[in-house]
């Protein structure tokens, strides 16, 4: 897959999270992971599953908020342990989650970078080898 079709997939993952933001709260590791998502002008509620608590924790916010959950955690080992662990939280409070947007992410990005704090990054990079 070229530069300019990963760019086209990432924009449409992007609004596809966008879409999601207002019955959804995002998933991710870090405060590093927040601020990629924000640097791509993604407004959405965020827990950051390492200072907030861990999985168990952030299950449990989520289900205070009364909204659906995004797994977005990077995908190196450690993140997907820490996937499974939310998954595994969520189930049991029966909340229902998304981690078809961590796999797409992975799937179009696994071959340059490996966290989502990089995502921004990726971004500016990809947009400037299309035009």
């Known amino acids: 897959m070229n530069d300019d079709e990963r760019l086209r997939r ?4 992007l609004d596809r ?7 959804h709260v995002i998933l991710v590791e870090g ?6 998502l924000l640097d791509l002008n993604l407004s959405l509620d965020t827990i950051e599953v390492q200072r907030d608590g861990g999985p168990l924790r952030a ?3 989520v289900y205070e908020s009364g909204k659906k959950a995004i797994i977005l955690t990077d995908w190196d080992d450690r993140g997907d342990r820490l996937a499974k662990d939310l998954s595994e939280q969520l189930s049991a409070l029966c909340i229902s989650y998304d981690m078809n ?3 797409d992410l992975r799937d179009i990005c696994i071959k340059d970078i490996k966290d989502v704090e990089s995502l921004h990054s ?3 990079r990809l947009e400037r080898n299309v035009l």
Do not use: C, P
């Open 59 to 61: 299950a449990e916010m």
């Open 10 to 13: 990432l924009d449409e993952i």
């Open 31 to 36: 405060k590093n992971d927040r601020r990629s």
């Open 17 to 23: 999270i966008q879409s999601m933001s207002s019955d």
């Open 101 to 103: 947007i961590r796999k």
């Open 122 to 124: 990726l971004y500016v």
